[in-house]
């Protein structure tokens, strides 16, 4: 846990950021709340209360509690970020939270919402991921999905998305459905990310109890343009919220890792992982019109594509270029010289 400077001048920092922190609380969220992925695609599922299942992890007084602990605040200042954890381990489930981003320039800033075991499996560990990864004023929140097993960081899968609103603008649900074959992200009702276990992806297959983190933290090095933007303090306190917390799985005992009396086993996970064709549907809309990178078109990364990777079609192939980010304004497909001879 970082600690403030005792300067006079860092100090102020401080102080004025409590300050600004202190009138958004007062002024409230605004925006309406959109659509939630059903919450009865797994039986049992509910919003919950901050202390009914998580516990501050980092940060010191910058999460705060509101409407009795149904919101939670985290903000981060020059002097630390913060973040909160599920109490408890968890092996598959449903895990959502509406989150409401910062606005205005927000470069170098990241927000995360995710799984990961990573305190228990040092060299082993599982995460499955949504990064948000702010941005200068006027340019969008990139949102970055990944997915992690038994320590696979060397093979990230990585994918990156541009969304269809403002994420600053209001609150929006961001979900992980995980069970023991599928892993599937969503956007609000849309499902974006579907993962499937096969057995050549083995132990790359998160498969070993994990806890739930959400943090917002100071990713300068590398959020915004690979690092070439810098968080500038000027604008902190930057304050992600977030709401309709839900933490539905089958719990798991820290010690031996024995299922506990919650756990209701995996039946109803799998049921939920079953998708319609309209969710199919609404997923291939999703990434056809707004993922922006993907690991499996990285050929620079990935000479030989990873064992899940189905073979792109021709046209697929022509959206995206060989470092896999999709061609796009910014990113221009390079032209055939008119010399080049058949």
């Known amino acids: 846990m970082e600690s403030s400077s005792s300067s006079s001048s860092s100090s102020t920092a401080p102080a004025l950021s409590l300050l600004v922190l202190l009138l958004v609380l007062a002024l409230g969220p605004s925006g309406g709340d959109a659509r939630p992925p059903p919450l009865r695609l797994v039986r049992g599922a509910r919003h919950m209360a901050f202390d009914e299942g998580y516990t501050q992890i980092f940060g010191d007084g910058n999460l705060a509690l509101l409407r009795d602990g149904r919101r939670v605040h985290l903000s981060l200042d020059e002097s630390t970020g913060a973040g909160f954890a599920s109490q408890d381990l968890f092996l598959h489930g449903f895990f959502s939270a509406a989150i409401k981003l910062p606005a205005d320039y927000a470069a170098g800033v990241v927000v995360a919402f995710y799984l990961s075991n990573g305190d228990t499996y040092e060299k082993t560990h599982d995460e499955l991921d949504f990064e948000f990864l702010g941005n200068v004023r006027g340019r969008e929140w990139r949102v970055q999905t990944n997915v992690y097993g038994n320590g696979s960081t060397a093979a990230g899968r990585e994918e990156r998305y541009d969304l269809p609103f403002d994420p600053t603008d209001g609150f929006h649900h961001y979900s992980i459905l995980w069970t023991r074959h599928r892993i599937i992200f969503y956007v609000d009702e849309t499902p974006?990310?579907?993962?499937?276990?096969?057995?050549?992806?083995?132990?790359?297959?998160?498969?070993?109890?994990?806890?739930?983190?959400?943090?917002?933290?100071?990713?300068?090095?590398?959020?915004?343009?690979?690092?070439?933007?810098?968080?500038?303090?000027?604008?902190?306190?930057?304050?992600?919220?977030?709401?309709d917390l839900v933490l539905h799985g089958c719990g798991i005992d820290p010690v031996d890792h024995s299922a506990t009396a919650s756990c209701g086993g995996d039946a109803g996970y799998e049921e939920a992982a079953a998708m319609t064709p309209a969710q199919r549907a609404a997923m291939s809309g999703f990434r056809r019109g707004h993922m922006s990178y993907s690991y499996c078109h990285d050929r620079r990364r990935y000479p030989v594509a990873l064992s899940e990777c189905a073979l792109p079609g021709a046209a697929a192939s022509r959206l995206f270029g060989p470092d896999g980010m999709k061609y796009d304004g910014r990113h221009r497909r390079p032209r055939r010289s008119r010399d080049a001879s058949s």
């Open 192 to 243: 974006i990310r579907e993962v499937v276990r096969t057995a050549a992806m083995g132990a790359a297959f998160p498969s070993k109890p994990m806890t739930l983190y959400a943090t917002i933290w100071d990713g300068s090095a590398w959020a915004t343009l690979g690092g070439r933007y810098r968080v500038n303090y000027k604008y902190a306190p930057f304050v992600a919220q977030f709401g």
